[in-house]
């Protein structure tokens, strides 16, 4: 599941189940647990994120 994670952020857990084997309530408990740390921050394997625009000047004109 991490890996799928690495390569894209938005693998649904419907993906995640299927590719694993597991039910997607196992893979939901599994990362709300071990990804997001049970809801401790200090646990979470996400340390930080960034939003990458795939459209130069999406939201800002290029100049």
């Given at each position: 599941?991490?890996t799928?994670?690495?390569?894209?952020?938005?693998t649904?857990?419907?993906?995640?189940?299927?590719?694993?084997g597991?039910?997607?309530?196992?893979v939901?408990?599994?990362l709300?647990?071990?990804?997001?740390?049970?809801?401790?921050p200090?646990?979470?394997?996400?340390?930080?994120?960034?939003?990458?625009?795939l459209?130069?000047?999406?939201?800002?004109?290029?100049?």
């Open positions: 599941m991490l799928m994670l690495k390569r894209s952020a938005a649904s857990p419907s993906a995640m189940a299927a590719a694993t597991l039910s997607v309530d196992e939901l408990v599994h709300k647990q071990h990804v997001l740390g049970g809801g401790e200090a646990k979470s394997m996400i340390l930080k994120y960034y939003v990458d625009f459209e130069p000047g999406l939201f800002a004109p290029d100049r």
